[in-house]
Every structure is written in structure tokens, then in C-alpha cells.
């Protein structure tokens, strides 16, 4: 079964502070992608991460993707409020002519002023 | 302005009276998509579909139709809908993989809330 989970689920941290979400795929993939999620809105893609050893980094956060351990990170650096929000990590799996994408659960960020 | 646009943004409905809500995008995308969005369950694919006239059931399918007559549009369709098709639902696009769009993302629609009586 294909499954991508995320960790934590819920985070509440202080701005200033650094963190790491985690999203683990059973698996293996072509693509990784980060998308940010506010509040009764839309998603809004963050990342694409295509290969092994992928990092790609904007503002205070940074995405990494290793493909060998089925594992992506979303690190947060010196939070801010403005980046509450919901994080959702999804990996792209493409076989013979199929092309399924696979959400995590979403991890949802809350920082504290 | 590239967009995915889904239409209505709100509906309320009643058990078994058929459904259909519209998507379409103008960025010439070959992939499209639907996802429902569930409390704690994050997003779920429904349909997708590589190209005009190829459609593919995603991880929950049942009790949803789609077709791809034009490469723009993507409707989903709920022939008889229940409660439990309550839910938010996206629609999005991107370039396809197996067309070498390798390094794009989806575009996502604002969504359609939907609630079955």
C-alpha cells in the first residue's frame, strides 16, 4: 500500500525558533512536493524536489529530499507568525502509464508571537 | 493570468440529486486532478487524468465520475450523492510526467465546498 505520512501532525512553536517536519514515503518516487495551506484557502506549491539530494531553499525555509531513505524534510529556520499555516508533503509516483500523487496528512504550524 | 477556476465554490445539496462541478485551466496542462480534503485526512486523490480522453481512478473513486472531452476542462461528477461526499474539494493541473514535465508543480483551483444532505 502507498502511503506518505507526515510528522508531527501538530506543531506549535515560538517564533525565533528552529524546526523540522518530516515526510516518509513507502515507496519509491520521481517527485516530492511542499505545499503550504492557509486558513480556508487554496493550496500554494512551496517546493519540487526531482532527485536524490535535492535542496531547495526560500526565505526561512528549506526542503531536502533522500530518496534512498523515502524520507523529504521541510526545516523552518528562525520562525516567524507569518509562516502558520498547514504543510502538506505529496509524492508524485509514476508507473508504465499511471501518474498517482499521494498527500501526507498535512502538518499543521502554529507559532506563537 | 494562469488559473484553475472551479465552479460552484458552495454547494448544498440533497442525498441523490445528481451533481456536477466544473474545472478548467488555461494553461495548456496535459494533467489534471481532483482531491477531496477531509479533516485529518488530508488531501485524497479521486480522478486524474494524463490527457484528453484518458482518465484514472485515484485512491478513492467510488461514487465519482469524471470525463476529458477538452484538454481545459475536467468536470467531476456525482451521479447520486450521499453525505458522506461531504467534503472540500480541489481540482488542479500540471504538466505530465510521462510527457517530460518533469519540473512542474500542480496548479491548484480555490475549491468547492460541498454539502450533501
Known amino acids: 500500500e502507498l502511503k506518505v505520512e507526515q510528522n508531527p501532525l501538530f506543531l506549535s512553536m515560538q517564533e525565533g525558533k528552529n524546526y523540522t517536519i518530516y515526510c516518509n514515503y513507502s515507496?519509491?518516487?520521481?517527485?516530492l512536493y511542499w505545499y503550504r495551506q492557509d486558513p480556508g484557502k487554496s493550496l500554494e506549491s512551496l517546493f519540487v524536489?526531482?532527485?536524490?539530494?535535492a535542496v531547495k531553499q526560500e526565505g526561512r525555509l528549506m526542503a531536502s529530499l533522500d530518496t534512498k531513505a523515502r524520507l523529504s524534510t521541510l526545516h523552518i529556520t528562525a520562525a516567524v507568525h507569518d509562516l502558520s499555516a498547514t504543510y502538506f508533503c505529496?509524492?508524485?509516483?509514476?508507473?508504465?502509464?499511471?501518474?498517482?500523487?499521494?498527500f501526507g496528512k498535512g502538518t499543521r504550524l502554529h507559532i506563537l508571537p | 493570468e494562469a488559473q484553475v477556476t472551479q465552479n460552484p465554490r458552495y454547494l448544498i445539496t440533497v442525498t441523490g440529486k445528481k451533481l456536477t462541478v466544473t474545472c478548467s485551466q488555461n494553461?495548456?496542462?496535459?494533467?489534471m486532478s481532483w482531491y477531496r480534503q477531509d479533516p485529518g485526512l488530508g488531501l485524497r486523490q479521486i480522478y486524474y487524468?494524463?490527457?484528453?480522453?484518458?482518465?484514472d481512478k485515484g485512491d478513492v473513486p467510488e461514487g465519482y465520475k469524471v470525463s476529458r472531452k477538452e484538454k481545459r476542462n475536467f468536470p467531476l461528477i456525482l451521479e447520486s450523492p450521499s453525505p458522506n461526499q461531504t467534503s472540500l474539494y480541489f481540482c488542479?493541473?500540471?504538466?505530465?510526467?510521462?510527457?517530460?514535465?518533469?519540473?512542474?508543480?500542480?496548479?491548484f483551483g480555490p475549491g468547492t465546498r460541498l454539502t450533501v444532505l
Open positions: 487524468s494524463m490527457n484528453v480522453e484518458v482518465t
Open positions: 505529496a509524492v508524485d509516483i509514476v508507473r508504465n502509464r499511471d501518474d498517482k500523487i499521494i
Open positions: 488542479a493541473s500540471s504538466l505530465s510526467a510521462l510527457a517530460g514535465g518533469y519540473t512542474d508543480t500542480q496548479y
Open positions: 494553461m495548456n496542462h496535459e494533467y
Open positions: 515507496t519509491t518516487s520521481d517527485r
Open positions: 524536489l526531482l532527485s536524490n539530494g
